[in-house]
């Protein structure tokens, strides 16, 4: 167990069902055993249903808050996992849409793995951005003002004063996480 990132504070962001378990859990717990201290909100709060392959139901975690009570000002970078539909859920999600303006706008990390980015572009942040994301959201983040799309385990994005941190699938989780901590060390 290492401290690397004592003192550093990340919040993950999930719908409460349609997760996909490993973007998740994976990378919540490689942040915690590196000394972070880690939140997950969901929209309603409480319990969110995880699923493998976005069809086969897994386990149930608890998330410590709703989104509503939250505040970037709080945190030092933003994690959104994926699975189909709970980023479906969350792009329309209000809240969810505010805390990525308040991350972007205060020029912190925000993290997105799989379909996640699809809540970037609900909440006005993807242009100029360049990313990566499940192949089926290649489309939606370029008609949205992407700067570009890259095929690569894991894309790191300074534009527009904020690091976008972003991978493809579950695949990817080791270099994501790796990158994430990273970031939040050199933060």
């Known amino acids: ?5 004592a003192g550093k ?4 962001i999930t719908s409460n069902t349609g997760i996909e378990r490993d973007e998740l859990i994976k990378p919540l717990e490689a942040l915690k055993a590196q000394g972070a201290s880690v939140t997950h909100g969901s929209s309603e709060g409480g319990t969110a249903q ?11 975690v608890e998330s410590q808050t709703a989104l509503a009570g ?7 970078a ?12 969350l792009r329309l999600d209000e809240n969810a849409q505010r805390l990525v303006k308040e991350f972007a706008d205060a020029g912190k990390v925000i ?15 993807i242009a100029g951005k360049t990313l990566t994301s499940y192949p089926s959201v290649k489309l939606d983040l370029e008609n949205a003002g992407a700067a570009g799309w890259v095929d690569a385990e894991v894309k790191q994005c ?27 060390a050199g933060a």
Do not use: Y
Request: charged fraction near 15%; aromatic fraction near 8%; charge should be negative.
């Open 111 to 125: 993290a997105a793995i799989c379909h996640g980015p699809w809540l970037l572009i609900n909440a006005g942040v």
């Open 78 to 89: 933003l994690v959104i996992p994926g699975g189909t539909v709970n980023a479906d859920t």
């Open 158 to 184: 300074q534009a527009n004063g904020w690091t976008l941190i972003t991978s493809r699938t579950p695949d990817d989780i080791p270099a994501f996480n790796e990158a994430i901590a990273a970031a939040l």
């Open 1 to 5: 167990m290492s401290n690397q990132l």
């Open 50 to 60: 995880t699923f493998v392959q976005d069809t086969e139901k897994d386990r149930t």
């Open 9 to 12: 504070n990340v919040l993950f």
């Open 70 to 76: 939250l505040k970037a000002s709080d945190f030092d």
